[in-house]
């Protein structure tokens, strides 16, 4: 039995020749005193005034990758 690949168990980004290589972009929102920030794939992405500002541009980033055929995850703190 041949062993398997790392990419077969975490695919990379951007490498080539992977055989899963639709990774998900990963937001991230949390809140910080009087407002809330948003990382995107562990980067700082941007700091809103309020959770529903911050969802919304989160859910309209997400609708663009997936009309491009990727894949996104949301996650809140």
């Excluded at 700082?44 to 309209?60: H, K, L, N, Y």
Aim: overall charge negative; charged content about 25%.
């Amino acid at each position: 039995m041949p062993s398997a690949k790392w990419d077969d168990i975490w695919p990379t980004h951007a490498e080539t020749d992977l055989v899963y290589e639709n990774v998900p972009v990963r937001f991230h929102i949390a809140a910080r005193g009087q407002s809330w920030e948003v990382f995107r794939d562990t980067c700082f992405w941007g700091i809103f005034r309020s959770r529903t500002e911050a969802q919304e541009c989160v859910r309209d980033a997400m609708q663009q990758i997936f009309c491009g055929g990727g894949s996104a995850q949301v996650r809140f703190a």
